[in-house]
């Protein structure tokens, strides 16, 4: 009986033993395991190197995103146009798409703007992206609103964003960011025409000199880089120009400047006694001028209507005086004024 049952588990462990031909020719030892030398070592790290690449592969995270950069691209008296740019980075082996952004802008504890842009973009896999938001400030709007906030003021800001993105394995994730700094609410600039003083005067033409300021109305420093205007004396155009000068006005700070015109005194007939003889007059200048800032370039309008004082050189009264008559007695139908 005993021997019967020896028998018996022999026969099984020979079927349950498999040799291939190369084994046998390998010398290898495989067992019903499937390891080599009975341990089956081979087969595990070759299924755990497997395991191993498709966890590498496939490994879930949340992204993370940052504020990389804050633009003011265009600023006028009317508007400020934001760019904000937040760095995203998936660390997913599938894309991600962002389904909303949500930001807001507030002031100390003043709301200023806020909005919502949907379907923003997708992030690719194990990849970085810059997502850009643009924001719209309308000064009309905070400074009706806050009785506080002055054009002119530098203002504190706090911005909010919420990037929502959908992740495989975590759902809908939000990454609520933050940024602060100050914002500037301009004004424009005070320019004022104090004298014209005439350096030539002849009917066929006349050469005068502007003598105008600016003041900086802003409580920030600017640095002035082109002026354009356009002046009329006692309502009629005189010229349009433009002058190039580098200055630095500190805030609230002023800055003097000249500039040379000329025209054909004989385009305006009887009104240009009130300008020769230094009367009183009413001037109009308008103009823009482009001026670096600590928040970038800045185009500034400006309009002023006033008058100004017109003067002769003093050391040239007699000779301007002849000349004037000269060229009056050429054309003969205009009478000296009696200013001179």
Known sequence: MADDLEDEVAAMNISERVLKPE????????????GEDGGGGGVLAFFKEIG????????????????????????????????????????????????????????EGRHLCSGDIPDA??????GSEIIKIPILLIY?????TFEEIKPGHVI???????????????GKVTLPLTNQGNIPIPQYPDVDLEKVVWDHLSLEETAATLHFSIKNQNHFEIGLKNLDYNLSLADMPICEASLEQSTTMD????GLFQLPISFRPMDFGEALWDIVCGRGTAYIMTGKIQVETPFGLMHLPFHKSSETKLKKQSD??????????VNMARFGSLALPECF
């Open 23 to 34: 084994d046998e020719e390998d010398g290898k030892n495989v067992t019903a395991g499937g």
């Open 156 to 170: 504190p800001y706090l911005l909010k964003v919420s990037l929502v993105a959908d992740v495989p394995v975590f």
């Open 140 to 144: 009309k709007d905070i400074v009706e």
């Open 52 to 107: 191993d690449s498709i966890e590498s592969a496939f490994s879930w995270g949340k992204p993370e995103a940052n504020v990389s950069d804050f633009h003011l691209p265009s600023i006028t008296l009317k508007q400020a146009e934001v760019i904000i740019s937040v760095l995203i980075t998936n660390p997913n082996p599938v894309p991600i798409p962002l389904l909303e952004i949500v930001y807001s802008m507030e002031s």
């Open 121 to 126: 973009g997708t992030v690719h896999a194990h």
């Open 251 to 254: 805030a609230h700070g002023a």
């Open 316 to 325: 040239n009264d007699d000779i301007l005086a002849l000349e004037l008559e």
